[in-house]
């Protein structure tokens, strides 16, 4: 394979970025802090011909985004974009930065998303690195003889010596999230054999359609938005009702609204149309609605309707006993 000189493979390098962004409906910005080339190469297998994984310095890619941004600021001796402008790409400026790459792919981004988490591998903690989650000593023996106590001292994490080992007292936290990890630190949990830390591939940021959104929105269901949908047209509706303005949300309240005041109207006067001729039919016979209506009459249980049937009518007063209910007890 014959090796390019340096202004070449430039060149190609944005070349590639270019086709890829119009090749490719969603662009990924992947972290790759502490992934290994092999788990790189595994992620590259899973997505072949359904992704591109690239990489490469951030200037350059800085510097391809920025032609691709506006062609006319280019070099007119290193042009080598000749395309429309592309302003929508200037999210992307701000956002490479630190150790990232970009994955082009049209599939979709939660199968993408759980090839890159399922590639994760576990390791040791190192001095230097920033962790990514809170670490813990747990209580009970630690395997360590008591010669090893130094370094629970040094880190003041409360022991015991139990039979020559060392054991904790209490769980105690040896590391913050989001803290440089020390060198006593590390090498105490590697002297305990633990391996705290687990590195993969992480999806930073995605764009797609000329919008950045980060990769949280690949957790929202579409139960969800169709949730937020409802509970904003009802809001809508309520203000629409409440000032008496139409809309799309609260022509149906208010048609309906209408037509339950065309059945109270209908059901207090004469007038009738078909769809009050049921109502005035249940109101002019009451028993036919409790026996269309089972369940508002009863629930079901025909043992109060039985004891209200049997039970006899109450006796009505005599003119007698109204009069002596109304005299006075001084009269």
């Known amino acids: 394979m014959v090796k390019l000189d340096r202004k070449t493979w430039k060149l190609q390098y944005f070349a590639k970025i270019n086709r890829y962004m119009n090749e490719y409906g969603k662009c990924v910005i992947i972290g790759v802090d502490n992934v290994q080339s092999k788990q790189m190469q595994n992620v590259r297998a899973q997505l072949r011909n359904r992704a591109e994984l690239l990489m490469g310095k951030n200037t350059l890619i800085r510097k391809a985004l920025r032609d691709m941004i506006d062609p006319e600021a280019q070099d007119p001796e290193n042009k080598w974009y000749e395309g429309e402008a592309k302003p929508e790409l200037e999210q992307l400026l701000g956002l490479v930065k630190g150790n990232i790459g970009f994955c082009f792919t049209d599939m979709d981004l939660g199968e993408v998303r759980d090839i890159m988490v399922a590639n994760k591998v576990q390791a040791p903690a ?25 370094f629970f001292q040094a880190l003041n994490l409360p022991t015991k010596i139990a039979r020559g080992i060392i054991s904790m007292i209490s769980r105690v936290k040896l590391i913050n999230t989001g803290e440089k990890v020390g060198l006593s630190e590390a090498k105490l949990l590697n002297m305990l054999g633990v391996s705290p830390f687990f590195y993969g591939i992480t999806l930073e940021m995605i764009f797609e359609n000329g919008s950045c959104y980060p990769p949280s929105v690949l957790d929202i269901k579409t139960e969800d938005l169709l949730a937020r949908f409802m509970e904003g ?49 249940y109101l002019a016979d009451p028993e036919a609605f409790a026996a269309a209506n089972p369940a508002a009459s009863g629930g079901g249980d025909s043992a109060p309707a039985e004891a209200a049937a049997a039970a006899p009518p109450p006796e009505e007063e005599s003119e007698e006993e109204g009069m002596d209910m109304d005299m006075d007890l001084f009269d």
């Open 126 to 150: 190192k001095a230097g690195i920033i962790a990514p989650l809170d670490v813990f000593v747990e209580e009970g023996p630690t395997g360590l003889d008591a010669q090893k106590t130094s």
């Open 233 to 281: 047209a009802g809001k809508v509706a309520a203000v629409s009702l409440a000032i008496k303005y139409p809309t799309t949300c609260s022509v149906p309240h208010s048609i309906m609204n209408g037509f339950k005041n065309c059945l109270a109207i209908a059901a207090a006067t004469e007038i009738s149309f078909p769809q009050a001729e049921q109502i005035k039919a």
